[in-house]
């Protein structure tokens, strides 16, 4: 679903150096101390994190970024980050990867103006403080830790595709690899061996080896692929959104194994990995998640829960027992019995809530 936005909508990122605190209403983000289970928020327009204590599921701490990215009136454009999208966790939790791409993606990943600037943030998950704020040279998609979390790694949505690796440590650039065109989302696979590029306007999957940065394999997917979700059964799970498919490719072949079809336009797929169930999420104006069960050597629809109105990123907890799905038009995270496949509540968040991370 590609939309094209005005030069009104967007402004570009400006340069921001160090590492800095940042709420724009008192020019300091006061220190938390975020001790419980949680699930992190991106909300693109609310500019912020909003902080679910998984206890509760109430919001009980919202870390800004600033004001809302909708309006920048007074702002000091050289400390600006608008539209954040995408969040991971460091593998030991201590961290949190932000992609800030700087222009809205809820309607589509295209439509950037040329030249745009994207940003990584990384963020103390327990103080709520931005530790780095790293401008990349174009816009981007998400901001992902290797497997060691010595590593941060990033695309760069540009008709010639790149992505970048930073040391997570001292935040230098480490690598600039090309891969195909406009690349969205970088992911690793569940044994760290691989990180995998979407490349929308190729149709295809940049596969590169972890430890030595080379490109090991192209793969043919559906067409406008977003990202390549990881599953813990050793596959990866590509969401073609104008294919309106999920592509399965096999991490030990590195071959798309199967193609289901959806028959909507899919904002995120998920692989449960207890119960052997993939979940995909509807964009646009879609309100709810499809779960697939594997049938008879395939993935069979089996069953759909009504979430809220564009419903986007989906994550379970540790246990299993519950999944949180973020609504980027209701401005909601939907609370799931994955057992009983029913929602328990709508959280209440910030506007145009997309990523989600959980720190258990």
């Excluded at 309006?71 to 995408?86: A, E, I």
């Excluded at 690598?175 to 696979?189: L, R, Y």
């Excluded at 406008?224 to 813990?232: I, K, L, M, R, S």
């Amino acid at each position: 679903m590609k939309t094209l936005f005005s030069a009104a909508t967007v402004l570009p990122l400006l340069a921001l150096s160090g590492c800095m605190n940042m709420d724009h209403s008192n020019g300091v983000q006061p220190e938390l101390n975020i001790n419980y289970p949680a699930a992190y928020v991106v909300n693109a327009e609310g500019n912020s994190l909003s902080v679910i204590d998984l206890a509760t599921q109430q919001v009980k701490e919202t870390i800004s970024f600033g004001a809302e990215s909708g309006g920048h009136s007074g702002m000091n454009m050289t400390d600006m980050v608008m539209w954040p999208h995408h969040i991971y966790r460091s593998p030991d939790g201590s961290r949190l990867g932000v992609g800030v791409p700087g222009m809205d993606l809820s309607e589509g990943h295209a439509g950037g103006m040329a030249g745009m600037k994207g940003r990584v943030l990384v963020v103390y998950a327990k103080t709520g403080q931005t530790k780095f704020s790293q401008q990349t040279p174009l816009m981007n998609h998400n901001a992902v830790f290797s497997a060691d979390g010595l590593e941060i790694w990033t695309s760069q949505m540009d008709m010639s595709g790149q992505v970048l690796v930073y040391d997570a440590l001292t935040f230098a650039l480490k690598k600039t690899i090309p891969v195909g065109m406009e690349p969205a989302e970088v992911t690793m696979s569940a044994n760290g061996q691989y990180a995998f590029a979407a490349n929308g306007m190729s149709n295809s999957v940049t596969v590169i080896r972890v430890a030595d940065k080379a490109v090991v394999k192209t793969i043919p997917v559906g067409d406008d692929p977003v990202g390549a979700w990881t599953g813990a059964d050793g596959n990866m799970y590509v969401d073609n959104e104008k294919g309106q498919s999920i592509s399965v490719i096999n991490v030990n072949s590195l071959t798309v194994t199967e193609t289901v079809k959806l028959g909507f336009t899919p904002g995120y797929a998920a692989y449960h990995p207890t119960r052997n169930e993939l979940w995909v999420s509807q964009a646009g104006t879609g309100n709810k998640v499809v779960i697939f069960e594997r049938m008879n050597g395939g993935w069979m629809k089996m069953g759909e829960v009504v979430t809220g109105l564009d419903a986007h990123a989906i994550a379970f907890t540790k246990d299993g027992t519950t999944a949180y799905v973020t609504n980027q038009g209701a401005a909601t995270v939907s609370v799931i019995d994955v057992a009983k496949r029913t929602k328990l509540k709508d959280i209440a968040v910030g506007k145009k809530p997309n990523g989600v991370v959980l720190n258990q």
